[in-house]
């Protein structure tokens, strides 16, 4: 699993385009709130979920499969079990990435995703890793585990 800080900061830096798998319409999901951070920093959401036609001014595709251009992470809110098919999936798609969200642990789709040369993160919130390490936590904080007065690199 892609877990150092250099690694993640790579991959967060590389992506412009991610794909939220199980990314909901309403404003007070975790989802929501992590791809609309995400979509104020620049990267292109392509939301992926059969229920809605569109979700923050983007056309929603029912599945990655559906999707008629490339995309870098394939960013998973959904439970566990539901994982592995969605790692075929974004290896079929050509996906860089695969990215469980906090909560989101399938050590199966982890092997899927790096056995196809994806990088793989699981258990980690996209937009907490975003802020952490691009400097876009401003007063609220999190527990970083990073102590250091340097500037990264």
């Not at 990314?23 to 609309?36: D, G, I, M, V």
């Not at 979509?39 to 990655?64: A, K, S």
């Not at 790096?114 to 907490?128: E, Q, Y």
Request: charged residues 25%; hydrophobic residues 45%; aromatic residues 8%.
């Amino acid at each position: 699993m892609a877990d150092d800080i250099s690694t993640l900061r790579r991959i967060l830096r590389t992506t412009k385009t991610i794909a939220v798998v199980g990314l909901s319409a309403e404003w007070h999901r975790p989802s929501y709130f992590a791809a609309k951070y995400l979509q104020q920093h620049g990267c292109r959401i392509v939301p992926v979920n059969p229920r809605y036609e569109e979700i923050l001014g983007e056309r929603c595709f029912p599945t990655l499969e559906a999707i008629p251009f490339p995309v870098d992470m394939v960013d998973v809110f959904r439970k566990p079990a539901d994982v592995p098919p969605i790692a075929k999936s974004a290896v079929a798609i050509g996906a860089k990435c695969l990215w469980q969200q906090l909560g989101v642990k399938n050590l199966e789709a982890d092997a899927l995703a790096r056995a196809a040369g994806l990088d793989s993160v699981m258990d980690r919130c996209v937009k907490i890793e975003h802020a952490r390490l691009f400097g876009g936590l401003h007063w609220a904080g999190v527990n970083t585990k990073v102590i250091s007065a340097r500037r990264p690199t």
